[in-house]
């Protein structure tokens, strides 16, 4: 496969002749730059396409990994950092989000227009350098998917974003612990992604561009091959952001490299010189529905122009409740369903004894069919299906010893072709 990538803006992307599929780039910085980084995205040692994609320029940085069948994650993903090319320099954080979502139209035209890319998507996450009215520098970071965005700052690594991924949200929510999400089966479902649907949440934070602190942007191939200590000792041990970069992905490529990597390093070499330590915190959260494209004759500039975030629902107090009324509806539902399986098996029997009028077992009482279990299952106690004719004193010792010992039958059919028989053997015994 051709690499369709140019790293826009950067420097001749050389090195890394190891594999064909590796691209690279690095700038350290100019006078007046606030970053300087390096990038490496690689194929991996399974995979014979790269679809990951990244976009490296002063200020923009973005990381895609794209999904679907064929050329289709590879297209979609490279679809998605062109889009994000148009954003201007220094947006604002509500013009990154739109940009986003611009993104997300562009890759869904483009697999209307062709058959063989339906279906294909991509994450996308991005560190910017956005306007904001904040004096001090401001980083706008971005994510749709289960690519991340971490940072390394003061020795520490401390993931920014959440993973759009079913085990990510299993971990949210405590169902999982970070050692078993780490190696579960499905833990590359993504459960949000660009290019799937008009509807699209877009995940983003605004925090200080503090000299020294350390991004790193990465795909999914990177933190399932290597732990975070593993990512934390290389970016805590070279200085070098390119350096780290080459690292990180020669690491990863040591461990199978099952699937692309793709490493951004940015490093704030000028920004605030001090500020509020970053603290973790959750996104504050776009949601919005584009429109279905169609018409041509509009201009290609967007006709509407999205109003930048029109001020974003803080889910910082929604969500946890959100997240504790997700936990209790499942519960339920969990609930309800052993109760099926309880109940259907509590009921989903007949057997036969003798019953007084008042339910005791006796053989002078009459031969009735019951349905449900003998000792009945928790609060589910069995019922009176059918009396029949036959009393104690119409049987044999013998029979009597046979309804004693509560004969099971799976049908109610099959009970009454028991009593039946039984019957017919009483009658036969009497002569
Ligand atoms: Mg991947």
Do not use: K
Not at 132 to 146: C, F, H, M, R, Y
Not at 157 to 169: A, I, K, N, R, Y
Not at 362 to 384: A, Y
């Amino acid at each position: 496969m051709t690499d369709e990538f140019d790293a826009p803006d950067g420097p001749a992307p050389a090195m890394e002749s190891g594999s064909v599929e590796s691209r690279s780039a690095a700038e350290s910085g100019e006078p007046g730059d606030v970053f300087a980084w390096g990038a490496v995205s690689d194929v991996g040692r399974v995979r014979e396409i790269n679809q990951d994609s990244m976009l490296v320029r002063e200020g923009l940085f973005v990381v895609a990994d794209g999904m679907g069948g064929h050329r289709g994650g590879e297209v979609a993903s490279a679809v998605a950092v062109e889009a994000m090319q148009s954003v201007a320099p220094s947006p604002t954080i509500g013009e990154l989000v739109d940009a986003v979502h611009a993104a997300n139209r562009a890759v869904i035209d483009r697999a209307s227009g062709d058959a063989a890319l339906i279906g294909m998507g991509t994450t996308l996450c991005a560190v910017a350098r956005v306007r904001s009215a904040d004096p001090e520098p401001q980083l706008g970071v971005i994510n749709v998917g289960d690519s991340r965005v971490y940072v390394f700052a003061d020795g520490e690594l401390t993931q920014v974003t959440d993973d759009h991924s079913l085990v990510g949200e299993m971990l949210r929510d405590g169902q999982l612990t970070a050692d078993e999400a780490a190696l579960h089966p499905q833990r590359n479902v993504v459960t949000r992604a660009i290019g799937i649907q008009n509807d699209l949440q877009v995940d983003y934070w605004e925090l200080p561009a503090r000299t020294g602190d350390r991004y790193l942007l990465s795909s999914d191939g990177l933190f399932d091959e290597l732990s975070e200590a593993q990512i934390t000792a290389v970016l805590g041990r070279l200085a070098d952001p390119e350096a780290v970069a080459n690292e990180l992905v020669r690491l990863a490529n040591d461990h199978g490299a099952r699937d692309n990597v793709t490493v951004v390093v940015v490093d704030v070499i000028d920004g605030a010189d001090d500020g509020p330590a970053l603290v973790s915190e959750p996104p504050l959260t776009d949601h919005r529905s584009i429109q279905p494209d169609g018409d041509d004759a509009m201009p290609a500039a967007p006709a509407e122009p999205p109003a930048p975030s029109d001020p974003p629902e803080p889910v910082a107090t929604r969500r946890p409740v959100r997240r504790i009324v997700t936990a209790v509806v499942a519960a339920v539902i969990v609930l309800a369903v052993i109760l099926g399986f309880v109940a259907r098996y509590a009921r989903d029997n007949y057997f036969v004894t003798f019953a007084d009028t008042n339910g005791a077992p006796s053989e002078s009482s009459q031969v009735v069919i019951f349905q449900g279990r003998p000792d009945g299952v928790l609060w589910f106690d069995p019922t009176v299906e059918e009396r029949t004719p036959i009393l104690g004193l119409d049987l044999t010792d013998a029979l009597i010893l046979e309804v004693e010992q509560i004969p099971e039958f799976d049908s109610l059919d099959a009970a009454q072709r028991y009593v039946v028989e039984l019957t017919t053997r009483a009658t036969e015994a009497n002569g």
